[in-house]
Each structure stands twice: as structure tokens, then as C-alpha cells.
């Protein structure tokens, strides 16, 4: 079931407000909403959140035998992934940037946002349909720029992404950790792409991208040939400047 409304702060919170006060969201819902007046991305970065483009929130309830439940982060990046490859073509240069940034030529299309609340992650999916905001020091994309006789609006592209989505869940329920590992790199940067991270408290680590590991952090390879564990941080890329 897909619920649009005209405006709203930010669709994250208004399902994990819900949820927080004994609401229960059946997975397969979606709040989308024309415009955000308070749209937030990682490390509470404002997202722009003019009409036109898609901004939605799902949510994953969490059985005791599912995989690791930060491991929904790269779940949502392949789903958005396979649904954008079907909107934009199949040679448009389209990546994975750890953990779930989508990238096309250098520039972003789309970003992720999750936020767990007892026992239910709220997804939130921003995606550029119709125009891209001016982000300082960030190129940015959408699906009409890059494939210009796509004429989906955001209300379109979001029972495409539904339906990966629910694709994508199925398939880190059955398969496991390993499958989505799998799936994650096939469709990430390659192995040797230069990346900086933003660790926190304005340390920046330099190297290039080393694969995940089996718990789905990140590994750089530092220069001194040291491969780093990253389990959270600010990920750019360094030959294109940040992403």
C-alpha cells in the first residue's frame, strides 16, 4: 500500500512517531509525500525536498532469525539499484557507494536514511526523479537528466521501487548475509576505487576500496597498505571530489 500526502516534515519521522506510539505498520506500506519542509540525510544533513522528486518511507519489521539489522542499509541500496538500473538503462554508469549512496557518472541520484525504533527499522528513500538540487561541494543527478525519455513521475517510480524493495527483502530473509554481500559488490564501485572517509571528530582516512567484510563494514586499503575496517562514516570519492 503506497499513502501520499501533499506535505510533511519528513516522512522517517512520521512513521517513527506512529510506530513509537504502538501503531503497527505492516511491511509493504509506504508514506510518500510531495514535498518535506524538514528532509534529513545521513549525519542530519538537510535533504532539499521540492516537489517533483521522490521522497518515501517504508517500513521492515525484524523476526529474531533475520540477518543483522544495520545490514538493511545495503538491502535498500540494491533494491533502489536494480529499480534505477530499469529507469536510467543498463549502461549508465551506475554504482554503489558504501553504504547505500547511488551514484551515475559521478554524480548522486539518490540517498538512504534508516532509523530503528524496537523492533521496526523505518527506510527512508530519497530519489531524484524530475530535477537535481544544488548540493555545496556534491554533484548531483536525476533519472529525467540522465534518460530523457523517461517521463515517470515519483509517484511511478515508487511502485517500481516497491516492488525491488519487497524483492530485496525476500531474498536477505532467504538467502542470508552472504547472498546480499554478494549482491551489494556486484553492483558497488570496483575493488582499488580511491575513497576518502570521514571517521568523526575530523579525522579523514585515505586509501581505496577494499570490498566489505563479512559483517558488511566497509574496508579501506590505506596507502601503507593496511587494510581499515570502517563501520560508520562520511564516504567520498576521491578522484571525482565528494559525492
Known amino acids: 500500500m503506497i499513502e501520499t500526502v501533499p506535505e510533511t516534515g519528513s516522512t522517517n519521522a512520521d512513521l517513527l512517531s506512529r510506530l513509537s506510539s504502538g501503531e503497527a505498520i505492516a511491511e509493504g ?17 538537510k535533504w532539499l525536498s521540492a516537489a517533483g522528486n521522490l521522497y518515501a518511507s517504508t517500513v521492515v519489521n525484524l523476526r529474531k532469525d533475520d540477518p543483522p539489522a544495520h545490514t538493511l542499509s545495503l538491502v535498500a541500496g540494491t533494491a533502489v539499484w536494480d529499480m534505477l538500473r530499469e529507469q536510467i538503462g543498463v549502461n549508465a554508469n551506475l554504482h554503489l557507494k558504501w553504504p547505500n549512496d547511488i551514484i551515475v557518472r559521478k554524480a548522486k541520484i539518490a540517498g538512504i536514511l534508516l532509523e530503528r525504533t524496537g523492533d521496526s527499522v523505518v527506510v527512508g528513500i530519497g ?25 515517470s513521475g515519483p509517484d511511478r517510480i515508487l511502485q517500481y521501487l516497491a516492488k525491488e524493495m519487497a524483492y530485496a527483502i525476500s531474498l536477505w530473509r532467504s538467502d542470508g548475509l552472504p547472498g546480499l554481500l554478494r549482491r551489494w559488490s556486484d553492483r558497488a564501485f570496483p575493488i582499488g576505487t580511491g575513497l576518502s572517509v570521514n571517521v568523526g571528530d575530523g579525522e579523514q582516512a585515505h586509501g581505496t576500496f577494499a570490498g566489505l567484510d563479512q559483517a558488511g563494514s566497509l574496508l579501506l586499503r590505506l596507502e601503507n597498505g593496511e587494510v581499515r575496517t570502517i563501520h560508520a562514516g562520511d564516504v567520498s570519492l576521491i578522484a571525482e571530489g565528494k559525492s
Open 29 to 45: 506500506y509506504w508514506l510518500r509525500a510531495e514535498q518535506q519542509r524538514a528532509g534529513r540525510g545521513r549525519s542530519g544533513r
Open 127 to 151: 530519489i531524484n526523479v524530475r530535477f537535481a538540487p544544488e548540493v555545496e561541494s556534491r554533484q548531483t543527478t536525476s533519472i529525467h537528466a540522465v534518460n530523457s525519455s523517461n517521463e
